[in-house]
């Protein structure tokens, strides 16, 4: 059985950051036949880690539709870390997935994650005080700045356990931990 799901966007950890590619060619070359690194079926975006789906829907689309759109490729993402782990869930579960759902100027967070004694795949939200959009300033600065706040997670807790638990390499310190600590966006 396939678990890919395309997402209409994704954040990913790009092997552009020397630390990134560093540890996906060791990771890589670590496996026989070398391994993808996440859900996805196409040649480039299989080499690099997802780690945040967003799922967008026109003004007037259906919520419903893009959570579960949302939820299939969380669990593919999930199922594809377990596997990256020798097909068990280590010791303290694997880090969650966070998503947004998008329909029309509405922007929802959401978490998965997968139980770590069932296996089963919990997806939760959205979140009220952190939805948000893109109809006011007010808003598009709110979601700028929660973007920022999930890039700095990704980076300086996400990456170092991604690097270590999962793909087996000591995790020196990415260009991306070390940009982290100056993200900020205020309003003017």
């Known amino acids: 059985m396939s678990t890919a799901k395309e997402a209409d966007l994704a954040l990913a950890f790009s092997p552009d950051d020397s630390a990134v590619a560093r540890a996906l060619r060791s990771a890589s070359a670590s496996r026989p036949g070398g391994t993808t690194f996440s859900q996805m079926m196409d040649a480039y975006t299989s080499t690099v880690p997802l780690v945040c789906g967003i799922e967008v829907k026109e003004a007037g689309g259906d919520n419903n539709e893009a959570l579960l759109q949302l939820g299939i490729w969380t669990a593919a993402g999930l199922e594809k870390l377990k596997g990256l782990c020798g097909g068990e869930v280590p010791t303290g579960g694997l880090y969650p997935f966070m998503g947004w759902t998008v329909v029309g100027h509405e922007w929802k967070l959401h978490l998965s994650w997968m139980e770590e004694e069932s296996g089963r795949i919990l997806i939760v939200g959205p979140f009220s005080p952190l939805t948000t959009g893109t109809s006011t300033y ?51």
Do not use: M, N
């Open 138 to 188: 007010f808003d598009i600065f709110k979601l700028l700045k929660l973007a920022c706040r999930l890039r700095r997670w990704l980076a300086e807790r996400y990456w170092p356990w991604l690097s270590f638990e999962v793909l087996g390499v000591d995790g020196q310190q990415s260009t991306l931990e070390q940009q982290a600590s100056s993200i900020s966006i205020s309003p003017p």
